[in-house]
T-cell receptor, first 113, second 117 residues
Framework: AQSVTQLDSQVPVFEEAPVELRCNYS??????LFWYVQYPNQGLQLLLKYLSGSTLVKGINGFEAEFNKSQTSFHLRKPSVHISDTAEYFCAVNRNAGNMLTFGGGTRLMVKP | GAGVSQSPSNKVTEKGKDVELRCDPISGHTALYWYRQSLGQGLEFLIYFQGNSAPDKSGLPSDRFSAERTGGSVSTLTIQRTQQEDSAVYLCASSSQVGQTAQNIQYFGAGTRLSVL
């Protein structure tokens, strides 16, 4: 079985500041890693994914994440946030040959002017 | 439409009633998933359909929950004798089948918000 931990339930940050949303996972098998964003009253939208290859992956809206196998982490970063980035962010894993996503508890990013 | 469509967007019901939630996946997607999003439990997997294979029901919380997928497209999630703890947002997702299932991007609908009074 795998599990996902998002260490911060809320992250307040000022506009144009950098941000890092932390995600750690545990799994006894290889996994694929995803970050999703959920805006109010909407479904989840994929930001980026790591399947294999380069450990630094770039996604939409200027976000990027780095896969660190030794630390079992997949932290999400953005160098300069906008008000419009205010949303809930979910880290998720799917094990090799698995079907369902296992999600972390989510991190609410609150961007202040 | 281009995305995953779920109906109704909101459903209020009385404890003990049955409810049906509908999901229209993206055209051509062979895989369909149901998840539940609640305050106490976060996002949880419920059930997975892939083509004509038997569904993976391992996430269904009780036998009051069931789902079917007709003609490999539309899916209905049914909750019988609803309880207050069933109150949550029910999300449907679909994906294409390219390579390993686990690698495929799941596209989510906006969800059905179920409130059991």
């Amino acid at each position: 079985a795998q599990s996902v931990t998002q260490l911060d339930s809320q992250v307040p940050v000022f506009e144009e500041a950098p941000v890092e949303l932390r995600c750690n996972y545990s799994s006894s098998v290889s996994v694929y890693l995803f970050w999703y964003v959920q805006y109010p009253n909407q479904g989840l939208q994929l930001l980026l994914k790591y399947l294999s290859g380069s450990t630094l992956v770039k996604g939409i809206n200027g976000f990027e994440a780095e896969f660190n196998k030794s630390q079992t982490s997949f932290h999400l970063r953005k160098p300069s946030v906008h008000i419009s980035d205010t949303a809930e962010y979910f880290c998720a894993v799917n094990r090799n040959a698995g079907n369902m996503l296992t999600f972390g508890g989510g991190t609410r990013l609150m961007v202040k002017p | 439409g281009a995305g995953v469509s779920q109906s109704p967007s909101n459903k209020v019901t009385e404890k003990g009633k049955d409810v049906e939630l509908r999901c229209d996946p993206i055209s051509g997607h062979t895989a369909l998933y149901w998840y539940r999003q609640s305050l106490g439990q976060g996002l949880e997997f419920l059930i997975y359909f892939q083509g004509n294979s038997a569904p993976d029901k391992s996430g269904l919380p009780s036998d009051r929950f069931s789902a079917e997928r007709t003609g490999g497209s539309v899916s209905t999630l049914t909750i019988q004798r609803t309880q207050q703890e069933d109150s949550a947002v029910y999300l449907c997702a679909s994906s294409s089948q390219v390579g390993q299932t686990a690698q495929n991007i799941q596209y989510f609908g906006a969800g059905t918000r179920l409130s059991v009074l």
